[in-house]
């Protein structure tokens, strides 16, 4: 919960042994859910997308996730952001078909731009939940933004998958996983060793791939990202600069009145 | 009654409008050379602060209405255009929400310090009444603008709030479908949220104009908590005051800036970023951090109506808060027992406000039952009976005695400004 995590951030210097009493305390009787943490490159005020990765996190997408999980808000154009050349793209593009209404009005497919929405695997929802058991696969746009632990949280479903306890009843067509809130999931273990191959020859493990997979859709979720913390640099350093100055400018201002 | 103005100004063109529209003399008289008591401390920069936030607010708001769609199939998809395909769409956006938390965090440590200084006794009363209007009306502007992403969180905050009104008797369901424009949260909703959203701010800026109004004339309070005798005691508003203000707003601006640039989500409930659903209830609905103390007092109470109306009442004991303390002594300095109870107040909201952030269960509840009576019994027992029992401190005899004896031929000027009764 984030919002008890900023409490406590905010409460702490005022009531720091109150504050640490109290989120000590577990919330409820729900078992707490330990995410594996992990070094990624674009965490951190400096931090920017690892491209070799985002690059084969795009390949996994492309090859596993796709299948079932759509990224419709994101477009073809979006992986110049992860330095594809425009004619990688077109060819990307051109290898997938989107609906369309041909000339003769008539509903048909034609094949994919760089300036299409990333085509989704069902028209619709329930055309998701017929195909795969009643289970909805979610829409992985802004799934980053969308959990709590971010990429750590996805990192540690793609690869939390294992046998139950024994005293465990799992439901019909369930898995276990380790970091999956409940721990039964309708989603069968996606990754496997060598699932995809790396053109530039990085052994596919299934961690190696769950960390491509979550770098590419780190950036999916933030497109803005590598601009925004770039820009904030130079905002910070401008305001820090300005302050100086300003106060330097009322120190002044105030030192005949003392 | 009517008849030109005799201005002073001696540019012709601006001395021409000021002698038909005296706005210039009148910005020279509030804002030149305006008596501010000399002894302010950094505290006041918090009533600027939530001015420029204001503005941004406003600035960023308008703009992403040109860009936001309000239909509940398009609602969450155009926030993520904003995000990903209008130029700084992202700053807009994530400037506006993160805008909304600075703007809480700023009148929070408004009203603290009002609080703190007596700056809502006589005369200032309505000048502090005003102020809760002003706070009223933000909470409304902040629920609805929640809203707008049509998020999981916004769709269920919105109904989990609307439903509150169904507590009262009789008319209660009917206020909520009328609040809905329908039998659901839906979208007839969204639309009178976002039309209200557009609104309220404008309205607000018609409150502050009276806040401010008033204060020009009663006005402003000062840590010492008494009256400015004579010119010894203030100086003109600017340049001492722009200055100072303009050194607060720098701070501020770097501490909102990290936010938006480095995390701008920080604030933000993970669950807002899946679309609503009607038919899925997320497993706990949080509403944003600024309204967590409230939501502990309407949850603390084991019964509805009851519960809405604490929680209400935990606003509108504040418009008669000026009448309830009996104290004739404003600043906190010198009553050395309110002293005690304002920091022990102030704790009773940090805990609230996370009771707040946890399911009622175990500990939370016993601790929101403790917060809530013990916030009551602040404003309705304990200042009715501290200003007749406490004895104050002697108060200074003028504001500059005081300043000069504190700060005078200290090394660091700088400092004494900042503080300089805490050697009285």
């Not at chain 2, 002003?134 to 769709?155: E, K, N, R």
Request: aromatic share 12%.
């Amino acid at each position: 919960m984030r919002a008890a995590r900023l409490l406590t951030l905010f409460g702490a210097p005022a009531l720091g042994l109150l504050a640490g009493l109290a989120f000590a305390t577990p919330a409820g009787a729900e078992e707490e859910i330990v995410l594996p943490k992990q070094n990624w490159s674009f965490s951190g005020p400096f931090g920017t997308f690892d491209r070799a990765a985002a690059q084969r996190g795009f390949q996994v997408y492309n090859e596993v996730c796709s299948n079932c999980h759509s990224l419709k808000l994101g477009y073809y154009r979006n992986l110049a952001g992860i330095d594809l050349s425009e004619e990688q793209i077109k060819a990307i593009a051109a290898a997938k078909s989107v609906p369309t209404i041909g000339d003769d009005g008539q509903p048909t497919e034609r094949p994919a731009l760089p300036s299409d929405h990333f085509r989704s695997p069902y028209p619709n929802d329930k055309a998701a939940r017929a195909a795969l058991n009643g289970a909805l696969p979610p829409d992985l746009s802004v799934i980053e933004k969308a959990r709590v632990g971010g990429p750590d949280y996805i990192f540690g479903v793609l690869t939390g998958y294992g046998e139950p306890p024994a005293d465990m009843k799992m439901g019909d067509g369930m898995n276990y996983n380790k970091y999956f809130p409940g721990h039964q999931i309708a989603m069968p273990q996606p990754l496997q060793d060598d699932q995809v191959t790396y053109a530039d020859g990085t052994k596919a493990t299934i961690e190696q791939e769950a960390r491509d997979v979550v770098t590419f859709l780190t950036y999916m979720a933030n497109p803005e990202m590598e601009q925004r913390k770039r820009m904030g640099v130079k905002v910070i350093a401008f305001l820090v600069l300005l302050t100086g100055v300003t106060y330097a400018v009322k120190r002044k201002v105030w030192a005949d009145v003392h | 009654m009517a008849g030109l103005h005799k201005s002073e100004i001696e540019n012709p063109v601006l001395n021409w409008i000021d002698t038909r529209l005296p706005v210039i003399t009148m910005m020279q008289k509030e804002y030149g050379v305006f008596p501010t008591p000399r002894n302010f401390n950094y505290l006041w920069n918090f009533g600027a602060l939530a001015m420029v936030v204001l503005m941004i607010m406003i600035a960023s708001g308008i703009l992403l209405a040109m860009h936001y769609t309000p239909e509940k199939t398009m609602a969450f998809d155009s926030v993520e255009a904003i995000m990903r395909d209008v130029n700084f769409g992202w700053l807009l956006r994530y400037g506006h929400a993160n805008g909304a938390s600075m703007f809480f965090i700023v009148v929070y440590i408004h009203i603290f310090r009002g609080l703190y200084y007596g700056s809502y006794k006589a005369p200032r009363e309505l000048l502090w009444m005003l102020g809760v209007v002003i706070m009223l009306l933000m909470m409304a502007t902040a629920f609805m603008g929640y809203v707008l992403p049509w998020g999981q969180m916004s769709f269920w905050g919105a109904t989990v709030i609307t439903n509150l009104f169904s507590a009262f008797p009789l008319v209660g369901e009917h206020i909520v479908t009328w609040l809905w424009g329908g039998f659901s949260v839906d979208n007839p909703t969204l639309n009178r949220f976002f039309a209200l959203h557009y609104l309220l701010p404008f309205v607000l800026i018609g409150v502050i104009f009276l806040h401010v109004a008033a204060l020009h004339i009663t006005g402003s309070n000062n840590p010492l908590g008494i009256d400015p005798k004579g010119p010894q005691d203030t100086l003109p508003f600017h340049p001492y005051y722009t200055i100072k203000d303009s050194v607060g707003i720098c701070v501020f601006l770097i501490v909102y800036a990290a936010v938006v640039f480095f995390a701008p989500n920080l604030f933000g409930e993970p669950d807002n970023y899946i679309p609503a659903n009607p038919l899925a209830t997320p497993a706990e609905i949080v509403p944003e951090w600024y309204f967590l103390p409230f939501y502990a007092i309407l949850r603390s109470v084991p019964d509805k109506l009851g519960g809405v109306l604490m929680m209400f009442g935990s606003i509108i004991v504040l418009f008669v808060l000026p009448w309830l303390d009996t104290s004739p002594v404003r600043s906190a300095r010198f009553r050395p027992v309110y002293r005690v109870f304002f920091w022990l107040q102030l704790l009773a909201c940090i805990v609230l406000g996370m009771v707040g952030a946890h399911r009622p269960e175990g500990i939370w509840v016993i601790l929101g039952r403790v917060s809530t009576a013990w916030y009551f019994l602040h404003f309705l027992v304990i200042l009715p009976l501290l200003g007749k029992l406490e004895r104050p401190l002697p108060l200074p005899e003028s504001i500059s005695r005081a300043v000069l004896r504190g700060g005078g031929g200290g090394p660091l000027p700088g400092g004494a400004t900042a503080k300089p009764m805490e050697k009285v």
